[in-house]
């Protein structure tokens, strides 16, 4: 019988003995801890009250301690073999839809919103398994006027990250970290494309600090004149807008290749209905996008985040694709790191303990946690399959053929469920 190689490896992390040691002497203290309270039981009127309280707090404590145990007692860490994936299933690979989440246009400005759009536009894997769904909670038709914009220059940021490997895909870290760089690569095409994104991000800086758009630009897309002076952000009709149609062959770049599908999607709004933040706009992009592309794995991103790998989803599949575990994966969690951090981050905010011991030890008790982005759903677990032992999928399915719909008719559907 021939040897199923498995498409991830699972090790657990070093360093076990070390932690088991320190374990017991704490374990140790607390057992002195309560002997010596339960040893010295003052009389009545003695201070029994503050004795009470105080053993009530220890042995809270004891408890406390011995269930987090559990998540620090043998952390696991995962590795894909991508090779491997690469191998066994060349580019017959599945479709993925990504949301990102944006609700409000002064702490998360439009032009960041893009460059994260455009950070999940770029990645290594066939650009038309790639929809990408901007929610957009402030309703605002500057974020809509931003989004096209970046509609328009990933036709020459893509190329170029393909063409480059340039990592991260985001162009505001990109152009923010690479300076130095800039004449060792590729000087001419490097400036151009800089010079491209700083117009690009001027036009849509100034668009937002005096609120308003230009009208020869709207006269370029239908998408903005679903707004009117009615809307608010707390009140206006679902707007859904296909910016690039992927599959339908119109969408190339300046070099003949196919785009991922871009949607803008605000789901609608009414006071008298509780829009839930953002859970309520996570389960808007799940009806939209099923409409839209249906792609069995969905991947999440807040708006101020950005992907730095550009292989990230192909690590992801590693997971799903894996042919003795992946049955068993729901979702998958990529750790979450901050940018520009101090040197001496003293309020331990870079998430070591969380990325290098938490996740790893809920990992080895059966599954961590979901921390709101960066992370790979199976679409149906999300609408509610539940586990069985047999269960198989068939990853063809939610490729969508092309059908006979014009992008109208699916953006009309589209709106029809995006409440
Ligand atoms: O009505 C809303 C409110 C928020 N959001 C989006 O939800 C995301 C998270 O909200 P935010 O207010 O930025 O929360 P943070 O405290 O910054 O984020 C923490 O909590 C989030 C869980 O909601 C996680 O996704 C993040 O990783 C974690 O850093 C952002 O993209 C928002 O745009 C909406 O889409 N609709
Ligand atoms: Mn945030």
């Known amino acids: 019988m021939m040897e199923i190689r498995q498409l991830f490896a699972t090790e657990r992390v070093a360093g076990r003995p070390v932690y088991r040691l320190h374990a017991v002497t704490v374990a140790a203290g607390i057992l002195l801890v309560l002997y010596y309270r339960a040893a010295r039981v003052p009389a009545a009127g003695e201070g029994r009250a503050a004795w009470l309280g105080m053993l009530v707090a220890e042995l809270w404590y004891a408890a406390y301690w011995v269930v987090t145990q559990s998540m620090r007692w043998s952390p696991l860490r995962r590795h894909p073999y991508r090779d491997r994936l690469a191998a066994r299933y060349g580019e017959r690979l599945t479709c993925v839809d990504i949301f990102v989440c944006t609700a409000e246009r002064e702490s998360e400005p439009p032009s960041l919103v893009i460059s994260t759009v455009l950070s999940v536009m770029a990645y290594n894997y066939p650009a038309e398994k790639i929809s990408v769904y901007l929610s957009d909670d402030g309703g605002s038709v500057l974020t809509f006027y931003a989004l096209w914009e970046a509609s328009l220059f990933e036709k020459h940021w893509l190329p170029f990250c393909k063409r480059y490997n340039t990592e991260p895909m985001s162009p505001a870290a990109y152009f923010s970290e690479s300076d130095a760089h800039q004449d060792l690569r590729i000087p001419k095409e490097w400036s151009r494309i800089k010079e491209m994104y700083a117009e690009m991000t001027e036009r849509i800086d100034t668009a937002d600090m005096s609120g308003k758009i230009p009208e020869e630009i709207k006269a370029k897309h239908k998408g903005f004149y679903e707004w009117n002076q009615e809307i608010t952000s707390k009140y206006h009709q679902p707007i859904v807008q296909i910016l690039i149609d992927g599959k339908g062959g119109n969408a190339d770049d300046n070099e003949g290749n196919v785009l991922p599908t871009l949607v803008y999607m605000a789901r609608e709004k009414r006071p008298q209905h509780h829009h839930n933040f953002k859970a309520g706009a996570m389960k808007a992009l799940i009806r939209v996008s099923s409409v839209i592309s249906n792609s069995p794995v969905i991947m999440n991103v807040d708006c101020d985040m950005y992907s730095n790998n550009c292989n990230t989803i192909r690590d992801a599949l590693c997971f799903f694709l894996d042919e003795e575990m992946g049955h068993k994966i729901g979702f998958l969690q990529y750790p979450q790191n901050y940018k520009n951090l101090t040197e001496n981050n003293i309020y331990g905010n870079s998430h070591q303990v969380t990325n290098q011991v938490l996740m790893g030890g809920m990992d080895s008790v059966g599954g961590l946690m979901y921390v709101g982005t960066g992370c790979f759903h199976r679409r ?40």
């Open 380 to 419: 149906e677990v999300l609408c509610g399959r539940r586990f069985t032992e047999d269960y198989k999928v068939d990853w063809k399915g939610g490729i969508k053929e092309k059908t006979q719909e014009s992008i109208h008719e699916i953006e009309e559907k589209a709106k029809s469920v995006g409440r």
